[in-house]
């Protein structure tokens, strides 16, 4: 299902005291769109710590609220829109105990609604507008009067009016323009973490070993590095793609790269990789063994130097044969990139 402004009543929203907590990617652009859409500025408040994030929204002439318990005591609605893995505590510490039995909880993301990580009242409502589209596209969409893609659905129904909201708060960021389309906290939740740890781990896997492969076979750093993503051909397929089809898209390359890619493509046994993609999305993201061990790592990603486990994930993916021509490549073209 597609909901679209037509599907969306902005005068549910009249009267109610709207809370964004966070101002950075989409906390600043959804605030701005709601703004815009006529919800009076003085019903918006932007509840942040005192910093830079705090004074650009000052500066944007919004209500900033330092306290966050007298923010959740006031707020009709609250988007929660500060990073994943510090909403629990942020949430169920500092909102919690406080916010409205009535509440609407607006998340942008699944991730801690499907694993039960936040503390709702039963009788709260709790709903998913989550943009498929980084902040500042968020805002320059709404900016140009088009919409953007949007998941939505109602997590938990308290007050029995949880479908309506949603769709009135997801017109008022701009959502429905385009049409929002109905989904769930877990479908959100699997789609995302499947991409992040099943198609994208592939991927760079792929363009690793395609690397190593063509560089014995004599090809140079540089070729490689233009041939395989520095050209940006692959920016070009997959916006290609998104406009004109995933499979039609291909009508635009030349008869031999054509025949190329769709019978190596159809040759290819995919039964191997399926159980690999089913193994993780069944026993790693679905079943919730990965948020158990990412929760164990979580508070090390604030630390600095080889105490950070992304860190020495980045230094061993740079030692790739890939990684290290990249930087011999770039050194060499320093300037002119
Ligand atoms: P940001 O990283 O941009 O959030 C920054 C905001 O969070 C700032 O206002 C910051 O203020 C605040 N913040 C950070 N740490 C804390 C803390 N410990 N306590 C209180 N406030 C804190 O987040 P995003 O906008 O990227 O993400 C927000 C939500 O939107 C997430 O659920 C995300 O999954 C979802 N989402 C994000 C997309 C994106 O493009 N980034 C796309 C679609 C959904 P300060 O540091 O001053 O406290």
């Given at each position: 299902k597609i909901y679209y402004d037509?599907?969306?009543?902005?005068?549910?929203?009249?009267?109610k005291t709207i809370v964004f907590l966070g101002f950075g990617n989409q906390g600043a652009a959804q605030a701005q769109n709601l703004r815009d859409?006529?919800?009076?500025?003085?019903?918006i408040i932007v509840a942040n710590r005192q910093d830079s994030y705090a004074e650009d929204a000052k500066s944007r002439g919004f209500n900033v609220e330092h306290d966050f318990p007298k923010a959740a005591k006031v707020a009709d609605v609250l988007f929660l829109l500060i990073p994943d893995q510090v909403q629990p505590r942020v949430f169920n510490e500092q909102f919690a105990p406080h916010i409205k039995d009535d509440a609407v909880i607006v998340i942008a993301s699944g991730y801690n609604v499907f694993y039960k990580l936040l503390n709702f009242k039963p009788t709260q409502d709790v709903v998913m507008v989550a943009p498929r589209m980084i902040g500042s596209s968020v805002r320059s969409l709404y900016e140009k009067g088009k919409g953007f893609p949007c998941f939505v659905s109602v997590e938990q129904d308290g007050t029995g009016k949880g479908l309506s909201i949603a769709l009135a708060l997801s017109r008022a960021i701009g959502a429905t323009k385009a049409g929002a389309i109905a989904s769930s906290a877990r479908e959100e939740t699997a789609m995302d973490l499947f991409a992040e740890q099943a198609l994208w781990p592939n991927i760079i896997m792929l363009f690793r070993e395609a690397f190593q492969v063509l560089q014995e076979a004599g090809c140079s750093d540089e070729a490689l590095c233009y041939e395989m993503w520095m050209s940006k051909e692959p920016a070009e397929i997959f916006e290609r793609a998104a406009e004109e089809g995933f499979i039609q898209?291909?009508?635009?390359?030349?008869s031999v790269s054509q025949f190329g890619q769709l019978n190596g493509a159809l040759k290819l046994d995919g039964s191997a990789i399926r159980n690999h993609f089913l193994e993780i999305l069944h026993n790693q993201v679905l079943n919730g063994k990965f948020c158990q061990e990412f929760s164990k790592i979580e508070s090390d990603l604030?630390?600095?130097?080889?105490?950070?486990?992304l860190n020495d994930l980045y230094k061993r993916s740079e030692a790739s044969e890939l990684g290290q021509a990249e930087k011999r490549v770039r050194a060499r073209l320093a300037g002119l990139l």
């Open positions: 037509s599907d969306a009543d902005l005068d549910l929203l009249k009267g859409s006529g919800i009076p500025n003085e019903s898209q291909l009508k635009h390359h030349s604030e630390k600095e130097g080889d105490e950070n486990p």
